[in-house]
Every structure is written in structure tokens, then in C-alpha cells.
């Protein structure tokens, strides 16, 4: 019996230390606790460097750290109370940056009217541009930065990014290709339309 209560002791120990560790802050959330109290206080600086460091651990992070750091950076270099030391640039690239790490983040405790506006101006220059390519050559294949497609035959729609130069290619065994460069904006269509192939038999 008394072993028994022992053993039980023990257990319960055991679970309460096990409890304990995993309510206890890591110091990376330690980190970014302390940065976003420097941002809400206006301590720009210190949010900046200490968000630095947190996402100089790389790898180690976790998504949601990444994400915390991330978006307290983008509102310590746009600062509402100071518009002289906001940096539009700097800003749009980490807001680009958030958005490749998370698409639906966006914490609105740490951001203000001025800065949505940005984000929103960001998110619509980084969404994709759509091109209409087809052909009627049989066994056609559609080539997109000379990476295969797949087979091509009815007009189709696809996205490509936008403000950039893309090579697109038309191929088929006997056939003289089809290639040109595209460039699209964002939210923007171009209509390429169907390029037949000249085959031999």
C-alpha cells in the first residue's frame, strides 16, 4: 500500500513539472513579448532590434513567431506618430514578406489606418496576372520558364506573376515551337489566344 502511494506521488509530481514546462514562455516568445510592448509604447527602436533578433533564429521558429515578428517589424518602420521616419520601402518588403509567410495574417492591434492602406496597395501589386493561351496542334505542351505544363489544347487561363518577364513556350514532336515573353500586371489579363503550330509528317 505504501508503495503504491509512493509510486502515485511520484506520478503526480511528475505530471504537475511536466505542466509547469510547458506553461513556461520560451525566450523567443519572451523576445517578442518584449518587442511588441516596446511597439505599443512607441519605443520604435528596441521593437525593431529586438524583432531582428528573434527572426535571426531562422528556422528554429515557429510560424507564429515568425509571423509576430514579422508584422511588429512592418510597424516599427511606419510609425503613426512619426511620418518623417516611416519608410514606405522597407515597409512594403517585409509587408510582402508577411504575406509569402501567411497570406491571412494581420494582427490589427498592431497596426493603424495609414497602414492597412499600404498593405492593401501591397497585396494588390503581389496578386498574379492571367494570360489566355491555347492551340489546336495536337499533343501540344505548354512550357512556363521552360518548366512543362502539361498538355495544351482549348483556350485556358493561367496565373503568372505579375511585373515580370515570363518565357512561354508552345511545343510538339515535328512542330516548330511557339515562344515568346510575357509581362502582366497585377490583377491583369492578356489575351496570347491560340498558337498553332507548323508540323512536318
Given at each position: 500500500?505504501?508503495?503504491?502511494?509512493?509510486?502515485?506521488?511520484?506520478?503526480?509530481?511528475?505530471?504537475?513539472?511536466?505542466?509547469?514546462?510547458r506553461?513556461?514562455?520560451s525566450?523567443?516568445?519572451?523576445m517578442?513579448?518584449?518587442?511588441?510592448?516596446s511597439?505599443e509604447?512607441?519605443?520604435y527602436?528596441?521593437a525593431?532590434?529586438?524583432?531582428?533578433?528573434?527572426?535571426?533564429?531562422?528556422?528554429?521558429?515557429?510560424?507564429?513567431?515568425?509571423?509576430?515578428?514579422?508584422?511588429?517589424?512592418i510597424?516599427?518602420?511606419?510609425?503613426?506618430?512619426?511620418p518623417?521616419?516611416?519608410?514606405?520601402?522597407?515597409t512594403?518588403?517585409?509587408i510582402k514578406?508577411?504575406?509569402a509567410?501567411?497570406?491571412?495574417?494581420w494582427?490589427r492591434?498592431?497596426?493603424w489606418?495609414?497602414?492597412?492602406?499600404l498593405?492593401?496597395l501591397?497585396?494588390r501589386?503581389?496578386a498574379p496576372g492571367?494570360?489566355?493561351?491555347?492551340?489546336?496542334?495536337p499533343?501540344?505542351?505548354?512550357?512556363?520558364?521552360?518548366?512543362?505544363?502539361?498538355?495544351i489544347?482549348?483556350?485556358k487561363?493561367?496565373?503568372?506573376?505579375?511585373?515580370t518577364?515570363?518565357?512561354?513556350?508552345?511545343?510538339?514532336?515535328?512542330?516548330v515551337?511557339?515562344?515568346t515573353t510575357?509581362?502582366?500586371?497585377a490583377?491583369?489579363?492578356?489575351?496570347?489566344?491560340?498558337?498553332n503550330l507548323?508540323c512536318?509528317?
Amino acid at each position: 500500500m505504501i508503495r503504491g502511494s509512493v509510486l502515485l506521488a511520484g506520478l503526480s509530481l511528475s505530471i504537475a513539472l511536466s505542466s509547469g514546462a510547458r506553461a513556461q514562455a520560451s525566450p523567443l516568445d519572451e523576445m517578442l513579448s518584449s518587442a511588441r510592448k516596446s511597439l505599443e509604447g512607441l519605443d520604435y527602436r528596441k521593437a525593431d532590434s529586438i524583432s531582428r533578433s528573434v527572426l535571426a533564429f531562422g528556422s528554429v521558429l515557429s510560424k507564429p513567431q515568425r509571423v509576430l515578428a514579422l508584422q511588429i517589424l512592418i510597424g516599427a518602420s511606419y510609425p503613426e506618430d512619426k511620418p518623417n521616419e516611416r519608410k514606405t520601402d522597407t515597409t512594403r518588403a517585409r509587408i510582402k514578406e508577411l504575406l509569402a509567410a501567411d497570406p491571412q495574417a494581420w494582427d490589427r492591434n498592431l497596426t493603424w489606418d495609414n497602414l492597412d492602406s499600404l498593405r492593401a496597395l501591397v497585396v494588390r501589386a503581389s496578386a498574379p496576372g492571367k494570360i489566355v493561351i491555347g492551340s489546336r496542334t495536337p499533343n501540344a505542351f505548354l512550357f512556363i520558364n521552360n518548366q512543362p505544363q502539361g498538355l495544351i489544347g482549348s483556350l485556358k487561363v493561367v496565373e503568372l506573376p505579375p511585373d515580370t518577364d515570363v518565357p512561354l513556350s508552345i511545343r510538339a514532336e515535328k512542330c516548330v515551337p511557339f515562344d515568346t515573353t510575357v509581362r502582366v500586371r497585377a490583377t491583369d489579363s492578356l489575351v496570347v489566344g491560340r498558337r498553332n503550330l507548323t508540323c512536318t509528317p
